[in-house]
């Protein structure tokens, strides 16, 4: 008899004939049959009410063999006891290993279906034409595809903690590194910051001998011209008293007189008083084209005479044709435009290049997108302007205002424009040498700004904002 077989044998012995499932508290009756004790209490509960069935008093039918016996004749089974607690924890007896169709133990194994089965399922019509194996076969062939699978994994299971360990170290160099460079990094503007400073203290001393040397020739000069003053005004004091003197003694002193070639005068040269000393923060025009935007004039606010040409697209933007109505957004008083862009927060950067020739007055900057396009006003912050004025040479006087624009006789080929918004600054740089060139500041701006760009007459040069490039038509 074989472990199934035994196992069988095993389950049946341990099961009780009226629950059909393993014995709970089992007991035994004078036949010698064997019960769980609720359920020969229940059966002969129910037999006490049948009449007829019973030949003696106080005694029941065996379930089993029909022999009666006494009720209070059961007999604990202490040793079935252990041996139904043993069945319900051996694996081999669990209900699994039943066929669930016809209760016999599953020997057999279908590979089409995938399923064991029982020796009453393989005659059947369902799996009679399946391939069909012994339950230890296809176990054997179970396992060693298991041990194919396992050492697979196990394969996968090392490489997976080689990458493991290798991510790890990657990442520990990686934050090695990421340390090194921040402390660089630290380093570096920490150096910059001496250098900076440095450079402040250089460019502040250079002033200060520039304010020095220029402030000791104007002080000499003034003292020249003070002494030179008092020595005239002496010699006017004497001829005043000359002239209130009698005729004859005025006519006696007449020997006397002033000889004006006698008298020394001088005039002093003006001393120049234009800074030579320019401010410049190495490295500021790289920090500040962090900021650079694409800033393109927007031809339908140009001035109707005022061309556009498109480098990329190799064409002229659209002008409105001569006699056609201008619209509201367009300049009719100069010869002006402003960008698409319009901003109302943060801080943009942008560069503008010129070939500024004759003694025309341009101007670049910001403007309100608001500013009267159609009338003639100062170019001042009051009007909605914030820009700096450009001419070629010092011929061009420019008209006197309450508060004129800043104007650069010798602009720079490139003008960088910086506008911090929320700061309420507008600054304008040498974007070619990095100097600064001049600062708008106010608490805050009164509304939403635009790029702006005017030029002067015709043939007064021209004007490169990104890929196009504006001039007058003459």
Request: glycine fraction near 4%; hydrophobic fraction near 35%; include cysteine.
């Amino acid at each position: 008899m074989d472990a199934v077989e035994l196992a069988r044998k095993l389950q049946e012995e341990a099961t009780c004939s009226i629950c059909l499932d393993y014995f709970t508290d089992p007991v035994m009756t004078t036949c010698g049959h064997n019960f769980c004790r609720e359920c020969i209490r229940l059966t002969w509960e129910k037999a006490k009410g049948k009449k007829g069935r019973r030949k003696r008093r106080g005694t029941f039918p065996c379930p089993e063999c029909r022999e009666l016996s006494p009720q209070r004749n059961l007999r604990p089974n202490r040793l079935l006891t252990k041996v139904a607690e043993m069945a319900r924890q051996h694996p081999g007896l669990q209900s699994r290993d039943l066929c669930k169709v016809h209760q016999e133990v599953l020997k057999l194994f279908c590979e089409d279906d995938q399923s064991p089965i029982c020796v009453v399922c393989r005659e059947s019509r369902e799996h009679r034409a399946h391939r069909v194996v012994p339950v230890e076969e296809a176990v054997q062939e179970h396992k060693l595809k298991l041990e194919d699978d396992m050492e697979h994994l196990r394969e996968e299971m090392e490489k997976t903690q080689k990458l493991q360990t290798r991510e790890q170290q990657a990442l520990a160099k990686w934050q090695e590194k990421v340390q090194e460079r921040r402390q660089r990094v630290m380093m570096e503007f920490k150096k910059m910051a001496v250098l900076l400073v440095e450079e402040e203290q250089h460019l502040l001393q250079a002033l200060r001998q520039e304010e020095e040397d220029t402030a000791a020739r104007l002080q000499q000069s003034m003292a020249a011209l003070e002494q030179q003053s008092c020595s005239l005004e002496t010699l006017l004091l004497q001829l005043e008293d000359r002239s209130k003197r009698e005729p004859l003694q005025m006519l006696r002193d007449m020997k006397e007189s002033l000889d004006r070639n006698s008298v020394s005068v001088q005039y002093p040269e003006a001393t120049p008083i234009a800074l030579r000393t320019v401010c410049r923060v190495p490295g500021q025009i790289e920090v500040l084209k962090s900021f650079q935007e694409n800033v393109v004039p927007d031809p339908a606010t140009a001035y109707p005479y005022l061309l556009l040409y498109e480098s990329r697209q190799r064409c002229y933007l659209s002008t409105p044709p001569e006699g056609m109505p201008c619209s509201k957004d367009r300049f009719l008083a100069y010869p002006c435009a402003v960008g698409h862009q319009t901003f109302c927060s943060g801080r943009h950067y942008w560069e503008v290049g010129m070939n500024l020739t004759g003694d025309a007055l341009w101007a670049l900057g910001v403007c309100r997108d608001n500013v009267s396009r159609k009338d003639r006003v100062p170019k001042s912050p009051e009007n909605g302007f914030w820009v700096v004025q450009l001419c070629k040479g010092k011929k061009y006087v420019p008209p006197v205002s309450t508060l004129p624009p800043i104007t650069l006789t010798e602009p720079p080929s490139h003008v960088g424009i910086f506008l911090d918004f929320e700061a309420g600054e507008v600054s304008f740089y040498n974007a070619s040498g990095g100097s600064h060139l001049h600062t708008y500041a106010q608490s805050a701006f009164p509304g939403p700004l635009q790029p702006f760009f005017c030029l002067g007459a015709p043939k007064s040069g021209q004007m490169v904002i990104s890929t196009v490039t504006l001039w007058v038509k003459g």
